[in-house]
């Protein structure tokens, strides 16, 4: 999360939406300190994967107009970013560790993606784990109405030189590359029935935001 006040705006971490290189980019403008999850105090209330919504509530708190600020966030194609997020539940959740350990094994990535939700719970996890929550957040429940701009991550420079155009800043480094084009390998965890629950299930932003569903017999 990146909130800079002399220039109003606020860039919103969406998990597994390549946010790390988006933030490095505009880090020189941070004017507030983001803390982990379970490191927030009333001195130091915004914190990393802060949603739209939550940020909203602590502006108000604060008694800032959360409206007089461009709001950014990044969005990538549901295809590329699902995967990764079981991927990353495949490495740091010690029950799955202990299941493959033990040779139970661990949910294919069709039946945990079935369990999970476009909201609320999302995939589940403790309270501080935020990247797992919103990880499996529709683009409609992450940006809640109060996103104004959106990066996408297959058109990343183009939508990143727009953004610092429109912030009137120079970038403090080289632009970031997309982050769908080398990031393919998770397709191979696709299947019929998973594609067509992401497709039903992210339907308004794939169409919205021109995220392009895999050839799975190309992924093969």
Known sequence: MIICHSRRFIYFSNPFCGSGRVRDLLEPWNEEPIVAFDQRIPERPFYTHMSPTEAEWTFDALGLNFGDYRRITSLRSPFERLPEVYEEIERTDPIWRMRKRSGVGI??????????????????????????????????????????????????????????????VAPSKPLPPGCDADNEQGHGLLTPQSLAMICERYGPEIEEYGFKPPDLQIAA
């Open 107 to 168: 949910p294919s990535f069709e039946s945990w993606l079935a369990r999970t939700r476009p909201d609320g719970r999302g995939a589940g996890g403790r309270p501080h784990q935020r990247w797992r929550r919103f990880g499996t957040w529709s683009a409609e429940q992450w940006c809640a109405g109060r996103i104004t701009q959106v990066l996408c991550c297959h058109r990343m420079n183009d939508d990143i030189s727009t953004l610092l155009k429109n912030l009137g």
